[in-house]
């Protein structure tokens, strides 16, 4: 079982930064991907980025890439997705999850996080 916890989120305003935090607890191991995806209202939930725990390898969708930066820290078991340059575009419910391979699919991600509400305003 693993654990996932996220935090950080909050208002703020366009072109702004924001950090968002996810703790890892439990029964983890080194190979998991951890990524972040968003759900707006009215949209399905879509990816973000992620990051391998073994290589660091990290990926991000076009929309982020360049604004986003996803990191991890290995001694807290901790990911944080790093955002910058902020649009309204951004505003959604933000969630960490674990998968078992390199994936972007939401659907082969087995742990979920409970969100983090990020709003950004114009």
């Known amino acids: 079982q693993v654990q996932l916890v996220e935090s950080g989120g909050g208002l703020v305003q366009a072109g702004g930064s924001l950090r968002l935090s996810c703790v890892a607890s439990?029964?983890?191991?080194?190979?998991?991907?951890m990524g972040w995806f968003r759900q707006a209202p009215g949209k399905e939930r879509e990816f973000v980025a992620s990051i391998r725990w073994s290589s660091g390898n990290t990926y991000y969708a076009d929309s982020v890439k360049g604004r986003f930066t996803i990191s991890r820290d290995n001694a807290k078991n901790t990911v944080y997705l790093q955002m910058s340059s902020l649009k309204p575009e951004d505003t959604a419910v933000y969630y960490c999850?674990?998968?078992?391979?390199?994936?972007?699919?939401?659907?082969?991600?087995?742990?979920w996080g409970q969100g983090t509400q990020v709003t950004v305003s114009s």
């Open positions: 439990g029964r983890t191991f080194s190979r998991h991907l």
């Open positions: 999850a674990t998968a078992w391979t390199i994936t972007t699919i939401k659907e082969e991600y087995d742990y």
